[in-house]
């Protein structure tokens, strides 16, 4: 009998889990299969994690690990494969049933013909909106020309691993957790199984543009040598500036050269900041990884639950 888990992150969530709950059980039995649901807790604002103990478990067994606080969807899907290594493979998947769960069956047929990663992805980015979609999209360009492990755009954390890949994912000690990088980099044979975007349920994503954007950042920095361009970026300016106000000068355009070079001179001090910015940015999450500070801090958990 194999034993199968699936990890639920959640966070504000409360109206969700429930509903989430009722479908997922639809496409959890089999003869051969023991599987649970893992429901980790990331440090909601209103009822998710009483809303997780309140349902009524039927067939499938609920476990819950509640963290501390609230440290994001990446550390609460490590906490989920931390606590999961018993297992012979797990599924990640959210709980607002926009990734649904009637793609398990198909995953598990994939695993049972020696797949050991089956994600999933949607066809389009019809329906979201539309600013987002559009950086979403130069990130993915931007990325994956910068990076020896490219990465699938519109690729979701939706996904079943095998034991060795959990194992894999584990060993990574990366402070500051890309999930989505860390799988490409692992490796192992893997399938996509494609699907049309689904709305929300109820409430709304708790990634604001900010996170985002501070996510694809993190994610460049992790895998990609984008961060080499800067220095070009930096040459290409001063050379500019150089060519433009010799030309200046040899023109006798006294008064516009001075003019320019004060604009050039402005434009020297904006990238600086920026530069400056993304090196003093960079130190810090350095130093993040040198303190190695724990990933997540678990606050509560089932009773049942042996927990790391």
Not at 142 to 150: A, G, S
Not at 250 to 257: E, F, V
Request: hydrophobic share 45%; aromatic share 14%.
């Amino acid at each position: 009998m194999m034993k199968a888990r699936l990890i639920v992150p959640a966070y504000n969530e409360e109206e969700n889990v429930g509903i989430f709950y009722q479908e997922a059980i639809k496409y959890l039995s089999y003869e051969d299969i023991d599987f649970d649901i893992l429901f980790v807790n990331d440090g909601s604002r209103d009822h998710t994690l009483e809303a997780v103990k309140n349902i009524e478990a039927k067939d499938i067994p609920i476990k819950y690990i509640s963290l501390s606080r609230n440290f994001g969807k990446e550390s609460a899907m490590h906490a989920g494969l931390v606590n999961s290594q018993d297992k012979d493979f797990i599924i990640i998947v959210d709980c607002d049933l926009q990734q649904p769960p009637a793609l398990i069956p198909e995953m598990i047929e994939y695993y049972r013909e020696g797949y050991k990663i089956i994600y999933t992805k949607s066809k389009t980015r019809d329906g979201e909106p539309r600013l987002r979609r559009l950086f979403a999209n130069m990130f993915y360009k931007i990325y994956n020309i910068y990076t020896e492990r490219p990465l699938i755009n519109g690729a979701k954390d939706y996904q079943l691993m095998d034991k060795q890949v959990v194992d894999a994912f584990i060993k990574i000690k990366d402070n500051n957790r890309f999930v989505k990088g860390i799988f490409s980099w692992v490796g192992f044979k893997r399938k996509c199984i494609e699907f049309e975007f689904i709305p929300r349920k109820h409430g709304k994503t708790s990634w604001s543009f900010y996170s985002l954007l501070k996510y694809a950042f993190n994610g460049m920095n992790q895998f990609s040598t984008i961060l080499l361009v800067l220095p070009v970026l930096s040459l290409i300016l001063s050379l500019l500036v150089f060519i433009t106000d010799t030309f200046l000068f040899l023109n006798n355009m006294i008064s516009l050269s001075t003019f320019i070079l004060t604009l050039h001179l402005g434009l020297i001090m904006l990238a600086l900041s920026i530069f400056s910015y993304i090196i003093i940015y960079l130190l810090y999450q350095n130093r993040k990884q040198v303190l190695q500070r724990p990933v997540y801090l678990i606050e509560e958990a089932s009773e049942d639950l042996q927990v790391e």
